[in-house]
C-alpha cells in the first residue's frame, strides 16, 4: 500500500478545499471501499480526507414532505430511521440486504453511492480492465461475467454497480446534492451515474473533487406500499445477482402508479421505464406484470454465462407487483 496522508475534516468548504488543492486526496468515508482498493492498489491517493465528523449525519423531512439523508448518516442509521422504515420501506429492506451489521455500521450514505464495482478483474491488477486502466481491454466479456451486466453495457466494460441502497434511491427519483469549491450542485439519480459508453472509468456526473453532501427524496406516497428483495448466492451477506424496489398504488384493480428500480442488471441501479410505462392505468395481474418485465427486458443483452438473469429478474418483478398488489385488497 501506498503511503498517504490523514486529515480529519471539520466543517464543508475545509474538506472541498482540501481536495480542490489536491488531486491526488480523496474523501473518506466509512472506508469500507476504499481502503480495500487501497490494499489491492487499485487506489493510491497521497491523502485521505476524512468526513465522518462533518455536521451531514441528520435525515429529516422536507416542507414539501419529502425526507433529506446528510451524506455521512451511516447505513445503520438509515435503515432504522423512522420516517425510512414509514414512509420508503424498499429502502430500509434495501440498506438491510447490504453487507452485515458490522460494515451498515461503517459505512456511510455518500460512500454508498460511490462504492466502485465488484467485477474481480477490477481488483486483480494482472487483468487488463477498461475501468481500471482506460483502453487496456475488458476482461470480463470472454470471461467470469456471470454476475455481470445484460442491460445498458457495452463491449467496453459490463461491470454491475453494486449497491442495493441506489436501488430504492432510483424507483424513489432520489437526488444527490453535492459541494464544490464553486458552490454547491444537484444531480437527480437518473443522471448521476453515466452510461457506460466507451469511457467506463468515468462513472458519475459528479464535478472532480465535488463532496456530497446528502440525498433528497421528493414526496412519494405510493413509497408506502413498497418493498425490496435481493437474491444473492448465499443466506450470509453477499451482494445482489439480481434485485428489486418495487411500489404499488392499486385502486380497483388498476395500477394507479408504480415504480419499478432493478439492481445487479446494469452498471447503474436501473430503474424500469418501459415497465412502469406498460403498467400504468392497466389491470394489476400476475400477466401484466410479466408482460411489463418482458417490455423491461426487451433491451436485455446477456452473455453466454449470465443469461439466467433475464429470467431471474422476470420473476423478481414479477412475485413482488403480485405481493404488493395483494397487499393492496386486504
Ligand atoms: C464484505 C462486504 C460486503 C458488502 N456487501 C454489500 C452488499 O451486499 N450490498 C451493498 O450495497 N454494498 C455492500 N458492500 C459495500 C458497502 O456497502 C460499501 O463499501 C459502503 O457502502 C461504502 O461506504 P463507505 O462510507 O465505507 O465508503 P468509503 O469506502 O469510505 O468510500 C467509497 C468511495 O466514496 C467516496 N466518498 C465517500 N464519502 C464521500 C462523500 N461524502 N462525497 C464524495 N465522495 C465520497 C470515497 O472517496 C470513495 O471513493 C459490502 C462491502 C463489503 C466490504
Ligand atoms: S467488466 Fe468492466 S470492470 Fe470488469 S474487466 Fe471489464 S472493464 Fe473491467
Avoid at 80 to 94: F, G, I, S, T
Wanted: hydrophobic share 45%; aromatic share 4%; net charge negative.
Amino acid at each position: 500500500m501506498r503511503d498517504f496522508g490523514y486529515q480529519r475534516a471539520h466543517d464543508v468548504p475545509g474538506a472541498v478545499a482540501l481536495l480542490g488543492a489536491d488531486p491526488d486526496a480523496r474523501y473518506l468515508g466509512g472506508g469500507t471501499n476504499l481502503v480495500d482498493l487501497m490494499k489491492t492498489g487499485v487506489e493510491r491517493p497521497a491523502l485521505l480526507v476524512d468526513v465522518r465528523e462533518l455536521p451531514l449525519d441528520g435525515i429529516e423531512s422536507t416542507d414539501d414532505g419529502g425526507l433529506r439523508i446528510g451524506a455521512t448518516v451511516t447505513n445503520s442509521d438509515l435503515a432504522a430511521h423512522p420516517e425510512v422504515r414509514c414512509r420508503y420501506p424498499a429502502l430500509a429492506e434495501a440498506v438491510l440486504a447490504g453487507a452485515s451489521g458490522q460494515l451498515r455500521n461503517m459505512a456511510t450514505v455518500g460512500g454508498n453511492l460511490l462504492q466502485r464495482t465488484r467485477c474481480g478483474y477490477f481488483t486483480d491488477l494482472s487483468k487488463p480492465c477498461n475501468k481500471r486502466t482506460p483502453g487496456s481491454g475488458c476482461s470480463a466479456v470472454r470471461g467470469e461475467h456471470h454476475n455481470h451486466a445484460i442491460l445498458g453495457a457495452t463491449a467496453h466494460c459490463v461491470a454491475i454497480h453494486p449497491s442495493d441502497m441506489g436501488v430504492a434511491l432510483a424507483a424513489f427519483d432520489a437526488v444527490v446534492t453535492y459541494e464544490t469549491v464553486d458552490g454547491p450542485g444537484q444531480l437527480p439519480l437518473a443522471e448521476f451515474y453515466l452510461p457506460v459508453g466507451d469511457t467506463p472509468h468515468l462513472e458519475t456526473a459528479l464535478p472532480p473533487g465535488a463532496l456530497i453532501t446528502g440525498i433528497t427524496l421528493p414526496p412519494a406516497p405510493v413509497a408506502a406500499h413498497s418493498r425490496y428483495r435481493k437474491v444473492r448466492e448465499r443466506a450470509s451477506y453477499a451482494f445482489a445477482i439480481g434485485s428489486i424496489a418495487g411500489a404499488l398504488d392499486v385502486r380497483d384493480g388498476v395500477v394507479h402508479e408504480v415504480r419499478v428500480a432493478l439492481g445487479a442488471v446494469a452498471s447503474r441501479p436501473w430503474r424500469a421505464r418501459a415497465a412502469e410505462r406498460a403498467l400504468a392505468g392497466g389491470p394489476a395481474t400476475a400477466e401484466a406484470f410479466a408482460a411489463a418485465a418482458d417490455a423491461e427486458l426487451a433491451a436485455a443483452e446477456p452473455l453466454s454465462g449470465n443469461a439466467y438473469k433475464v429470467t431471474l429478474t422476470r420473476n423478481l418483478v414479477v412475485a413482488l407487483l403480485t405481493e404488493l398488489a395483494e397487499e393492496a385488497t386486504r
